[in-house]
């Protein structure tokens, strides 16, 4: 059974940047799956960050690539996210989850199968 | 402003039908496949339809979904109390700004 546990401060200061870490276990994160990142703001709707495969291919979400960047460690199984210069909107629940993407002669397949039970980052002085 | 657009809130008394929209566009829902995304209070969302209408292991087919053009629907019958829940729609956008979208999601309240 296939697990993952985000991990990280839970308070960054503004202007700095904010890490965390997915730990996968019951499973490889060489599989045949993309790793994503997932925000939400408190009371809010779901927003994706970026994705990484095992060989280090990444997608951001244009309207943050200038500040994100996601990185895999395979020797520890786990993946990694880092946000720059944040302010106090990207004060979110932070999700890691295994996305699966694909494309067909129809479309892109896109979705996530599995998630973390998510971490609060609040960005505050 | 979410790139797929939802109605905030739907009701419907147990027992009952509701449907929940996600409307998009040709980049968007128009050419890639759609998913649905149910999150209970403070829980992580969890997946309930991929690929337009297939269901993960486990999920009842009480939960049904289709697309159109460039809109999808969400089906759920036979409302239970337990499924009073924020619901999602996500899909790959394929313009020059590409990458994944999500709906900004819908309030259900099962009266």
């Known amino acids: 059974q296939v697990q993952l546990q985000e991990s990280g401060p839970g308070l960054v200061k503004p202007s700095g940047t904010l890490s965390l870490t997915c730990a996968v276990s019951?499973?490889?994160?060489?599989?045949?799956?993309?790793w994503s990142w997932v925000r939400q703001p408190p009371g809010k709707g779901l927003e994706w960050i970026g994705e990484i495969y095992h060989s280090g291919s990444t997608n951001y979400n244009p309207s943050l690539k200038s500040r994100v960047t996601i990185s895999v460690d395979k020797s520890k199984n786990q993946f990694s996210l880092k946000l720059s210069s944040v302010t106090a909107a990207d004060t979110a629940v932070y999700y890691c989850?295994?996305?699966?993407?694909?494309?067909?002669?129809?479309?892109?397949?896109?979705?996530?199968?599995?998630w973390g039970r998510g971490t609060l980052v609040t960005v505050s002085s | 402003q979410s790139v797929l657009t939802q109605p905030p809130s739907v009701s419907a008394a147990p027992g009952q039908k509701v449907t929940i929209s996600c409307s998009g566009s040709?980049?968007?829902?128009?050419?890639?496949?759609v998913s649905w995304y149910q999150q209970l209070p403070g829980t992580a969302p969890k997946l309930l339809i991929y690929e337009n209408n297939k269901r993960p292991s486990g999920i009842p087919d009480r939960f049904s979904g289709s697309k159109s053009g460039t809109s999808a629907t969400l089906g759920i019958t036979g409302l239970q109390t337990g499924d009073e829940a924020d619901y999602y729609c996500?899909?790959?956008?394929?313009?020059?700004?590409?990458?994944?979208?999500f709906g900004g999601g819908t309030k259900l309240t099962v009266l």
């Open positions: 040709s980049s968007n829902i128009g050419n890639n496949y």
């Open positions: 019951g499973g490889s994160i060489s599989s045949s799956n993309w």
């Open positions: 989850a295994r996305d699966h993407i694909y494309y067909d002669s129809s479309g892109y397949f896109w979705y996530f199968d599995l």
């Open positions: 996500g899909t790959w956008d394929s313009s020059l700004s590409a990458g994944g979208v």
